[in-house]
């Protein structure tokens, strides 16, 4: 795959007519294949070091993979691993970041007995009165493919079979690709003559499984749903879409799935948590959150299958039984008292409620963090300047320019040179995440591209190589030369991606004093145009990330931004 480029312009070059066969195992033959044990499982999983991240994006350009979220974090979004849903593809690591490492060896920690929930502490349940199947009762179970949608309906199905009731089941969608829409439509009658078609028409599903939000909001599940009939069971949980992969500024339209569907069945049939938090706090793994769904389904009395036979159905499918059911029951709870459930489940973790910080916490935290990063005399630079602007913004009576200024002054002057990556790799934070989420004897194993050891591929940019353990010691050497940084031993500070960021700061802070300074003198009609043109190239370096040839990419699109920006400036102030 890696030469698939080079072969192409290879080929493009030959006369006549030229193919070109790629063949390789998908994602989804993998899992089953390890699920079935015929393919051995890799004893490795990849991890982000958040605070090396820089939030480019390559990575998911890389692998094309959705088990690549985003991580919001005090320093902007970054990027972090859903060990639940990855592949273990490892093509992630191909993304030009030094952020990625893997761990060889160890397990991922679950949730110990003593850490979680009992159901047993939970109150006993009252038996929902479920619907009558003298017609056909829809059922549209919909989801993202490879988490267990397409099992879902299956287990409807094997439940209607062992009550002995006509069933008819079509899955759609999903194909062989992760991360696709998914569907299981399930009809459940007495008798096979009260079923008149293959699939849940349209405006005639009993109830929908919203397994994921944005799959769940869709025109397809819309279709299927009608008011007065149709009830809602609706995963909150924010999961990134394939527009994720190539928008790294891609939010989740958070309220808008919600909305669509209430729309369409009225909010009294609209059932909504966040079932994917409620899976992984109780069992540890999110790949419950589908079968907890059905529990809370169920206990709505929107599945007209006894609880007995859905239990059994798990049994028979044989694959983490105890576990499903268990799910299915949580799911239950939830249905009857979700505050309850909640409650339970969270006194048992550690909830850190985060409120946005005051400026004032924002900026004493990049202080402490350039302190460390370089030391007190490059950090009381960064403070300096802060006094200006907030003292500016004061007398204006605003706060945007400050807040601008604070996170994006500290991005220019924060920039990730070796020194740094190696700090943010020594300074504990980096064991600490690591240790949080594997036990066991493990390794950790780094995927870089030092510039003076590394080769280029045919596109001139340089190829990452893998390095052991070791790496940590080299690490701890390489941070505590960080006084080279921009001096002339600083062998690193000669590329042009480094002579770049130096360049930035000086160009900022020159701005921002010329901003500063108009600002000052204007009068307070033209003052207004000219603090939100101030503001605008005030952020414009949020949008500079990553490192070697992806970073000198965003630098140029900066700069092309910057300029057109300053134009503006300009003419406001000739």
Known sequence: RDELDRIQREFREIHGTTAIIYDQMCATEKRRKRK?????EPDERVVINALVCEGCGDCGEQSNCLSIEPLETEFGRKRAINQNSCNKDFSCVKGFCPSFVTVKGGLLKKPKK???????ALPRLPEPVLPATDTAWGIVVGGVGGTGVITIGQLLGMAAHLEGKAVVTQDAGGLAQKGGATWSFVQVANSTEAIYTSKVDTAKADVVIGCDAIVAAS???LNVMQQGRTYVALNSHATPTAAFVHNPQWQFPEGGCEAAIAAQVGMQALGVFDAEQVATLALGDAIYTNPLLLGYAWQQGRVPLSRAALLRAMALNG????????AFEWGRHCAHDLAAVLALLQTRQVIEFVKKPALADVIAKRVAFLTAYQDAAYAARYQKVMDQVQQLDAALGKTALCEAVARNLFKLMAYKDEY???RLYTDGSFAAQVAQQFEGDYQLHFHLAPPLLTKTNDKGELVKQRFGPWMIKAFGLLARLKGLRGGVLDVFGRTQERRQERAWIERYQNQLQECMDKL?????ESSAECYKIACQLAQIPNDIRGYGHVKISHLQAAQRRWDDVLVQWQQLTP
């Open 36 to 40: 079935r044990g015929t393919l051995t």
């Open 114 to 120: 003593d850490q979680q929930g009992s159901l047993s």
């Open 219 to 221: 025109k397809i599940t």
């Open 319 to 326: 694959v983490q039984v105890a576990n499903n059911q268990a």
């Open 420 to 422: 740094e990556v190696a």
């Open 520 to 524: 000052a003198s204007s009068p307070f």
